[in-house]
């Protein structure tokens, strides 16, 4: 038996509306691809440059609960502020972010991470700097690999000690089209 498209769409946005989902998610079109974006109860929970498998979505029900379920609707509010983002009139996310499951550490990189400016660039130096680890370059590099919000918190403006573009999750060429977007000259 199949479902038609206009009666699962009905039944994702009747579960939404009636608080039984969990995390809603959705993939989006944006001019460095598609982009998976996952909204808890809490907030953004999930944007990433690949589609996600059933590992991934348990990883994400592990802390926002079960009830995971694809839901146009529930990133809405995502889908808006980076398309206002990609047409350059967005330069600071007004977004709940739903960090829950991450370490103490994890979290203040990404609190630091999240304080840099539209168009600048900082290093990983700098940001373990900022959060009281000056030593702790290569642990802040792994939290940038390791980012589950990409965009919205900026791992594309972290740049290496020399300047030079190293690693990035969604690879090289999205890290220069977001940089170049913000106007940063590379």
Not at 15 to 21: D, K, N, R, T
Not at 42 to 52: D, N, P, T, V, Y
Not at 163 to 178: E, N, Q, S
């Amino acid at each position: 038996m199949t479902v038609s498209p206009d009666l699962d769409r009905r039944f994702r946005e009747a579960a939404s509306s009636l608080g039984l989902v969990d995390l809603g998610y959705d993939v989006i079109d944006s001019p460095v691809g598609p982009l998976f974006v996952g909204v808890s109860t809490k907030g953004l929970a999930a944007l990433s440059f690949h589609q996600q498998d059933d590992s991934d979505l348990e990883r994400l029900a592990s802390f926002a609960g079960p009830r995971v379920l694809r839901s146009p609707r529930a990133v809405d509010q995502v889908r808006r502020e980076l398309d206002e983002y990609f047409a350059r009139r967005r330069r600071i996310f007004d977004l709940s972010l739903d960090l829950r499951g991450l370490a103490p550490f994890t979290i203040s990189v990404l609190d630091a991470l999240g304080k840099v400016p539209f168009g600048e660039t900082t290093t990983y130096g700098a940001l373990a700097a900022r959060v009281g680890r000056p030593r702790a370059a290569r642990a802040v590099g792994t939290v940038m690999n390791r980012n589950r919000i990409p965009i919205v918190l900026p791992c594309h403006r972290v740049v290496g000690s020399t300047g030079a573009l190293v690693g990035y999750g969604g690879g090289l060429d999205r890290k220069v089209a977001l940089l170049e977007l913000e106007g940063v000259l590379l």
